[in-house]
């Protein structure tokens, strides 16, 4: 079946970074576009970045472009996310996501604090 495991996230101190990995499987992953989103405590799940099949386009929230950068291996069916200059506001659970088969990866936590 169709699975998403993430994995990558921690504690880190303002300023730091982390590269957050979503592993796919049971699906022609270089077939379909793929997005990051996040949840903080007590908000709404947000799109923070996707990418599509072959690479081509991305697109990324306001707040985090510049910083973050998301990428695909579709060779090794893995998506990431290069987390840098962290920010507590970026504090959340991450989720990867396939938006044309409607599947969420677990989450994994990502937790800014000093």
């Known amino acids: 079946q169709v699975q998403l495991v993430e994995s990558g996230g921690d504690l880190v101190q303002p300023g730091g970074s982390l590269r957050l990995s979503c592993v796919a499987s049971?699906?022609?992953?270089?077939?379909?576009?793929m997005s990051w989103h996040r949840q903080a405590p007590g908000k709404e799940r947000e799109l923070v970045a996707s990418?599509?099949?072959?690479?081509?386009?991305?697109g990324y929230l306001d707040s985090v472009k510049g910083r973050f950068t998301i990428s695909r291996d579709n060779a090794e069916n893995i998506l990431y996310l290069q987390m840098n200059r962290l920010k507590p506001e970026d504090t959340a659970v991450y989720y990867c996501y396939i938006p044309y088969l409607n599947i969420w990866g677990q989450g994994t936590q990502v937790t800014v604090s000093s």
């Open positions: 990418i599509n099949a072959m690479s081509t386009t991305d």
């Open positions: 049971g699906f022609n992953f270089s077939a379909y576009g």
